[in-house]
């Protein structure tokens, strides 16, 4: 009988809907799933609450449980636990107690036909999507440098709605912005709790802020500033696509270090010619 596994997860609910959780693929990209089979566990809640912290996320910490298998090798819960939580989002239109169904497979049942695979979300080259509609990407080719194939764009309609931002098909790797408010050193209790974590400085927000504050590796301070200082080359659907929602893309491809680096406010990318950071 396999047992009972629990963890936290950072989940956000922006527009009052079904939750998102926070999932990193194996090209370590961090994307939003509705999948909370998909999402980044922690083994401490207030681990999750740090990655929030460091990488900016904005959130809040669940505790998740994934249920284990009975002896006849169904899974060992009442489906009526999840009432309380979803009991007015319709998941459980329908639902017997006594089906032996997986708590995810549930959820996936109810989700909405374009959160499944195959799914007519656009993409760049117009082909297909051979992923899930949530997916980071719409499919896992890659082209000989290592790239995705394909990606996600916005629909043309959607695109033509209008741009919150200019449409710009160039970007420079310029590395990391580095810390806004001054710096300190670990105090000895943040060194016994995070110390093992490579953390070294502290960076302390202002009041008013969502969140305390930012540790930061040595790593990362070596690299503030210092990208490879390549400029490439964005599609245009993927420009528009940006161009209506500069927070659509966590990542972008760098042609001078082949690969996905991070954009936003805390990415590594400007576009050219300016100082303003991509995906902001």
Request: charged residues 30%; negative net charge.
């Amino acid at each position: 009988m396999k047992t009972n596994e629990t963890g936290w997860l950072i989940e956000a609910n922006p527009d009052g809907g079904l939750p998102w959780w926070l999932g990193i693929n194996g090209s370590y990209e961090v994307f939003w799933t509705g999948d909370a089979s998909k999402a980044l566990r922690f083994a401490r809640k207030e681990d999750a609450i740090l990655y929030m912290h460091t990488y900016g996320f904005q959130g809040i910490a669940t505790e998740h449980m994934w249920y284990g298998e009975d002896d006849d090798g169904n899974a060992a819960y009442n489906p009526t636990d999840l009432a309380e939580r979803w009991g007015k989002s319709g998941l459980l239109d329908g639902l017997k107690s006594d089906q032996p169904k997986d708590k995810m497979a549930i959820l996936l049942e109810s989700k909405p036909k374009e959160l499944l695979s195959p799914c007519d979300r656009p993409t760049a080259t117009g082909r297909p999507a051979e992923n899930a509609c949530d997916a980071p990407v719409p499919t896992n080719k890659k082209l000989h440098d290592g790239q995705f194939a394909d990606h996600w764009v916005l629909s043309e309609e959607d695109r033509n709605k209008g741009f919150v931002r200019p449409v710009r098909l160039e970007y420079k790797h310029v590395g990391i912005k580095g810390p806004v408010y001054p710096i300190r050193d670990l105090n000895d209790r943040e060194i016994e709790l995070w110390g093992d974590e490579g953390y070294v400085e502290y960076e302390e927000y202002p009041k008013g802020f969502n969140f305390l504050g930012r540790f930061w590796t040595q790593d990362k301070l070596d690299k503030i500033g210092k990208g490879c200082g390549v400029v490439t080359h964005m599609g245009l659907k993927i420009a528009e696509s940006d161009a209506v929602d500069p927070g659509m893309y966590g990542s972008t491809w760098c042609c001078g270090c082949n690969a996905y680096l991070p954009v936003g406010k805390d990415g590594e990318f400007v576009w050219d010619g300016t100082n303003e950071r991509v995906g902001t």
